[in-house]
């Protein structure tokens, strides 16, 4: 096999036993392949889901016979001196394209790939300074065909092709999506290709599929040797494996047992040739298993530090390629286990062994949330903050103004809303939500800011500096994006996290054709509507509305608060 699996389970064997003991006696793959739905709950609701939703189970031998069309696409689309792919898609429609581009780079004279999963106007300026419009393409992804982000920047980017050269705009646009969808029939009328994607195929687990294959081929990469890498592990996970013989299987009955015991805070390292894998396991990871107040919790982004400061609840992962050299995270890693942390090492030989890595965690999820007897395949909590951001958006277009329905802790240069105590400053209200912590917590910081360079670096300095402070694990979304990945573990998973939102007033703005609101006030809408789902579950919450220049203003109010 190309990729080898380390259990460092020490005091935890005993978790480890039970797991795979627990996976065989349910009969996991043989069940899983049989699409019994029963694997995961009781209620046939549930197994109606899971029946529509398996489809990922053979994706990597049945998508071989799309290659050659793939291939020909791309290379086509060379021909025509296309410079860029501006990757439109939230959630598991645009991560594993966005983890590809990271992975593999892109081909000599192949396009340069772009995801944008953000209604901030400045990112979405960001892509109009990057690109030539009449040199790029655009992919519309949508497994529903009704993402209102998605549709708004498909509805932008077209009117702006359209005035700079009329007629032409179809030629610039593919969309992928499901049969049947509002997407499809809109986009046989206006756009060059539409690709229809399996409908039996979740947006989190269908990273092997046409969502991601597409962009791939685009790149110039060799889809068919991602997708046999694939087959190695469908088959090493067919029916009658036994669990205890399939290292996924064993992945999640693992994760499983240690989440059921409390340690459910999932760390997830990388060496450089694979530094972005994490972004996408932690959305089929957290998608997967938040919900009912249970789950298991990706952390991913921050940086290794020493074992002591570390809550107990860690479980860690390192995901490395062979030949990959990082000595220092290494030593460090070697550390946490001596300190008896469990820790899971998997190493690849190649760059394109990540396609038998996603297969692995989508079974690997699949049989964690067996264990924990949870469905992976729904996302209960989702719509609740598409419903809140639905009711701002009404009430903008019948008044004119975005109503938060809520008074301010304090109305200063920041604004500061939230659910704890009030103290005389920024830093202070900030100091009562982190006294909210305890015992197995965690703090979300939720940025609904544009993601560049400099709030990534600033939120990487956050997350380290919180982790070691609270000494609790700290994540970082980038909103509206994590509203598609960790917002459902936010809402849906235990009930001990700590929540710390930041917006800002964008410097640009775009109308949205066809609506009476722009990327600003949807923006707005979405912050508004994620705050007051995780308010109505009387989660801790504070919101920071800054003004001007975001990093600048958090970076002093971090320094006062320390």
Known sequence: MSIKYQFETGEYQKLFSEGLKQVAGLKFLQRLWEKDGSLWSDDPAHHAIALNRLGWLDLPSRMKREV???????????????????????????????????????????????????????????????VNLGSTLFIVASKSGSTIETSSLAKFFYDQLTRLNPGTARE????????????????????????????????????????????????????????????????????????????????????????????????????????TVGWWVEQLVAESTGKEEKGILPVNDEEITAPDLYSSDRVFVYIKRHGDIDLDKEEKLKALKRKKFPLIVIETDDIYDLGGLIYDWEIAAAAAASVVRIDPFDEPNVKESKDNTRRVLDGFKSTGRIEFETSPLLDGEVRVFGNVAASGDVAGTLRNLFERRREGDYLAIMAYLPRNTATQNLASILQNSLRDRLQIPVTVGFGPRFLHSTGQFHKGGTKNGLFLQFVHDPKKDFEIPGENYSFKILLRAQAIGDYLSLESKEKPVVSLELVGDPVAQLDGIFKRLF
């Open 68 to 130: 050659d069309q793939l291939d020909g696409f791309a290379m086509e689309k060379v021909f025509r001196k296309i410079k860029h792919v501006v990757h439109l898609g939230m959630g598991g429609s645009s991560l594993a394209p966005e983890v590809f581009f990271r992975t593999f780079g892109s081909t000599f004279d192949f396009p340069e790939l772009i995801v944008l999963d953000s209604t901030d106007p400045d990112q979405i300026d960001d892509v109009l300074r990057m």
């Open 172 to 275: 610039h646009f593919i969309a992928i999506t499901d049969p049947g969808t509002v997407l499809q029939d809109e986009a046989e009328k206006k756009y060059c290709k539409v690709f229809l994607n399996p409908a039996d195929i979740g947006g989190r687990y269908s990273a092997l599929s046409l969502f991601g294959l597409v962009p791939l081929a685009l790149l110039g990469k060799d889809t068919s040797r991602l997708l046999a890498r694939g087959e190695e592990r469908e088959e090493a996970c067919g029916p009658e494996i036994p669990e205890g013989s399939s290292d996924a299987v064993r992945l999640g009955a693992f994760l499983g047992k240690l989440a059921e015991s409390g340690i459910n805070k999932l760390t997830l390292q990388a060496s450089p040739s694979l530094s």
